[in-house]
């Protein structure tokens, strides 16, 4: 019964992804629609391309088991891929940023989805200790090798932010967590609960023309990634507690040639 549901799974997904490549977004919303059905944890993320085609609401976040699995599978070649081939710097970017602002020195960092460990690798020698977590089980394993992290942990950010009882954090990280969330409230409000007076949060986000959002706080992008308003990801740092210190207009990363527009957020906890 299991291969029979894989198999239906496989052919079912196949074929709306099929289709939706060919621009046939009715039909293909109809074929993740029985993906969805075999498949109700979403570990191939149907729920963000019926959104990404405006076939389907816009969820609140990506599904967890899509995440995982999606960096699960590209863990080997992450680091080349994200960096060699998509042209990502973000933390690189923060790096620079941190250094131009004389905010070079912390005592507890936290990296929400540190994946391989691009985060933590930049801001190594700026931190007396770094905890590190992501989703994906083998983008931490590949962490752990690089000795880059104090504490590593797989587990998702709200849930670990939310049952953590260690001591707070005076820099929390988040440089590539936001293109998989739509409502920011859950995230800003359990970082809010993690930092010390005064700590930073540093995170990116994608953005889009305002025409895109269709009068949206979020929406999901042509490749299956939230983007976000710039005054949506202010007043929700606002309500958490945090004090937006600077908002950078940033090429986040390259999808097939496109440069994607986003923001590296820089606030302070008041």
């Not at 930073?200 to 042509?222: H, I, N």
Request: with cysteine; charged share 25%.
């Amino acid at each position: 019964m299991a291969r029979t549901d894989d198999d239906a799974l496989a052919e079912a997904y196949n074929r709306a992804l099929a289709l939706e490549k060919s621009g046939d977004f009715d039909l293909a919303a109809a074929a993740y629609a029985e993906v969805l059905a075999l498949d109700p944890d979403d570990h191939g993320g149907a729920a963000v391309r019926l959104a990404s085609m405006k076939r389907g609401e816009i969820p609140v976040r990506a599904p967890e088991a899509y995440v995982a699995t999606l960096f699960d599978q590209h863990a080997d070649v992450f680091d080349k891929v994200l960096v060699e081939d998509l042209g990502y710097h973000v933390p690189l970017l923060l790096r620079q940023r941190l250094i131009e602002l004389g905010l070079t020195s912390f005592d507890r960092m936290l990296d929400l989805g540190c994946g391989t460990g691009l985060t933590g690798g930049a801001l190594e020698d700026m931190v007396d200790d770094a905890t590190g977590l992501d989703l994906a089980e083998n983008m931490v394993e590949i962490a752990h090798e690089k000795g880059l992290y104090d504490t590593l942990y797989v587990a998702d950010a709200v849930d670990y932010l939310e049952d953590n009882d260690d001591e707070p954090f005076d820099l929390i990280a988040a440089t590539d967590v936001l293109p998989y969330l739509g409502a920011l409230e859950p995230l800003f409000e359990a970082a809010a609960k993690n930092a010390t007076r005064g700590a930073l949060f540093c995170f990116s986000s994608e953005t889009l023309p305002d025409a895109d959002f269709e009068g949206r706080p979020y929406t999901v992008g042509r490749f299956q990634r939230f983007a976000h308003t710039e005054s949506y990801v202010r007043e929700a740092l606002t309500a958490a507690g945090f004090e937006t210190l600077e908002a950078g207009d940033i090429i986040v990363r390259h999808e097939q040639g496109l440069p994607i527009a986003g923001h590296l957020f820089i606030s302070r906890k008041s």
